[in-house]
Structure formats: C-alpha cells, structure tokens
C-alpha cells in the first residue's frame, strides 16, 4: 500500500510508484498511435473519407461508461475495505485475547498455557497471512508452534483452522480440568469463533471474483470506445485529438487496472493491502503479551508499506 502525503504538482505529474501508468502505458500509446492514424488520413483526404462522425453519440457512450466503471470500482474498493476491516478485527480479537488470558488465568502455574495460547493466535495469523498471499501456510505458521501440533498441519485441508482446533480443544482440557468456569470458558471461545469469522472473510473475498462477463463488457466497451473516439473529434480538434484520446484512455483503462489491483486486496500491489505490516501489529501484541521483545512495526521503504 502507498503511504505519503498529498503530493505537490510536480509530483502529480511525474510519479510513478504506486501510478496505474506503467500498466496501461502501453494500451494508452496504442490508441494514441491510432488516433494519429486517423488524424493523417482525414487531414491528406478530407473530401473520400471523411472522418468526422460528430461528438454526439460518443458523449452518450461516454457517460454510460463512466457510470459503469465508477460501479465496478466501487464494488472492488468494497471488496478491499472488507478485506482491511477483516484484519483489524483480527488485531481488535489478538488484543482482547491477551486481556482476557491475563485475568482469567492470572496465577503462575497457567504461564505455559497463556504462551502456549498466544503463540496460537499468532500461528493462526502467520497462516492465514501466508494463505491469502499463497505461501507456504506450514512454514508460516510453524515457528510458533510445538514440533508435536506443526508435523500433522501438511495433512489438513486448513493450516489457520487447524490452529484454532487445538486452541480450541486445549483451552476446553483446561475448563474440564477446572481451571476455567463455563462462562470464562465461553468468552474465550467467543474470540475463537471471532477469529475463525475473519478467516472465513478473507476466503471468500479471495474465492469470489467479480463476474467475468461484468468485466469483459467494460473491457471491450473501454477499447471500442476509445478506438472510435477519434473518428469524432478528428474534424474538430485535428492534431490535437490524439491528445485528448490519450486522456480518456489514460482515465478508462487507469480506472479498469486499478479496480483489477482493488479486486484482489490480499495481493503484493501497490495498492494493495499491507499484510506484512498488519500481522507485524498482531506479533507486537502477543510478544507483549509473552513479555518478550516487540519487533519495530514496518515502516514504508519508498513510500510502499507490505
């Protein structure tokens, strides 16, 4: 994800990093290439082939594009804030977790367990974080975990659900035991099943994509558009309408790359969310929690937080 402040005019103008121009620069010069095309051909035969269709019916287009593309967009940036509200519940439940471990089982002999538990939820993390960026989910999530819980992870259909399962069921051993009543039994579980909703979130935002034929509709519509366009403008703006072309397909073929980076919010993109940094957050937590050392939270190297 990009971090910076509101950029200057000069920065406007010539930023690249986190920019849509390097995906559709190509796409952009193509149509611009066209659009001189037919600039040329209308300014050496005016008279054979007139080229001037007249700007009416591309107004029309326009706007019924301009519609569909902010509702696309806006259906993808929801996609990518459910995914952040997602991962701060994830951080809201690591925190609440912590607490309540520390009041429920505050005597020493429970020291073990609340370790234990914590390194749990940061497993649980680890793995739903390599998950959602298609990584080793085991080797994620095994240097918080005993030898005994990792070695059978490679065996189950879900790395992050299987880490819940034996939280679960340790912290059940330790109700049974006595140790926890029902009800402080019940809280605990509550932040379990918090956590297992987060992960069914995030599956379902990475499972579900927008329907293909929406996409494919604005796609072609976007190229036909903007291959047409100069057929309008050439009688009236003559060489400066491979200028304007190169504008509205800047802004057409911008808007699709973002809402495809938007899509996909778990991705390695610029604008995509900072995983990295958020499970960094929930590591700070229950190092803290364990009384260990907090690592430093990531911070932005050329503007781009992880």
Partial sequence: MIVRSRPNLMAVLFTLQGSILPRVALKVSFITAAAIGVVAVERAWPHPFPMSAGIGPFTLVGLALSIFLSFRNGACYDRWWEARKAWGTLILEARSFARLLAALLPEERHDTLRSRTMKRVMAFAKALHAQMRREDEVAAATPWLSEAEAAPLRDRPSVADSVLVHLTADLGRTQRAGDLTDIQF???????AALGQVQIVCERIQSTPLPFAYT????????????LLPFGLAGTLGWVTPLV?????????GLDALGDELEDPFGTEPNDLPLDALVRVVEGIVLDALGEPMPPPLAPEGFLLR
């Fill in 186 to 192: 019940g809280l605990l579980e509550q932040k379990i």
């Fill in 216 to 227: 494919l509709l604005l796609y072609r519509t976007a190229w036909i558009y903007c291959l």
């Fill in 245 to 253: 072309t190169a504008l509205v397909a800047y802004t057409f073929f």
